[in-house]
């Protein structure tokens, strides 16, 4: 499972209402596994569905400018699922110039 969330660190509240889109490669071609938008938390559980996922490359992009982040307009992160049956949560952590990431739990 891959699941994700965004935090506005300037703010100190969670990033609502951000688009988000999660994508395998495969051939050297980017193709959609999932998406949705944030909720009131700031979190997306339903990249994919509960259970393990193909191991590969996935990129989660997160539609940032609409969010009012116009010098991010999107944010793009790659990782690598090695274990598919690990519960792969990849945050986003965002401020007007700048963000983090890491894995988490």
């Keep these: 499972m891959i699941t994700t969330h965004v935090l506005d660190t300037a703010a100190g509240k969670p990033g609502r209402g951000i688009a988000v889109e999660l994508e395998r490669i495969e051939h050297g071609q980017w193709h959609l596994i999932g998406g949705g938008v944030t909720d009131d938390d700031g979190r997306l559980r339903?990249?994919?569905?509960?259970?393990?996922?193909?191991?590969?490359?996935?990129?989660?992009?997160?539609?940032?400018?609409?969010?009012?982040?116009?010098?991010?307009?999107?944010?793009?992160?790659?990782?690598?699922?090695?274990?598919?049956?690990?519960?792969?949560?990849?945050?986003?952590?965002?401020?007007?110039?700048?963000?983090?990431?890491?894995?988490g739990s």
Aim: aromatic share 18%.
């Design 46 to 103: 339903t990249l994919t569905p509960a259970g393990p996922v193909q191991p590969g490359t996935y990129r989660i992009r997160f539609q940032t400018g609409a969010y009012g982040n116009p010098f991010f307009p999107s944010v793009e992160i790659q990782f690598v699922v090695d274990d598919g049956t690990q519960h792969f949560h990849v945050p986003l952590l965002l401020s007007p110039y700048g963000y983090s990431t890491y894995r």
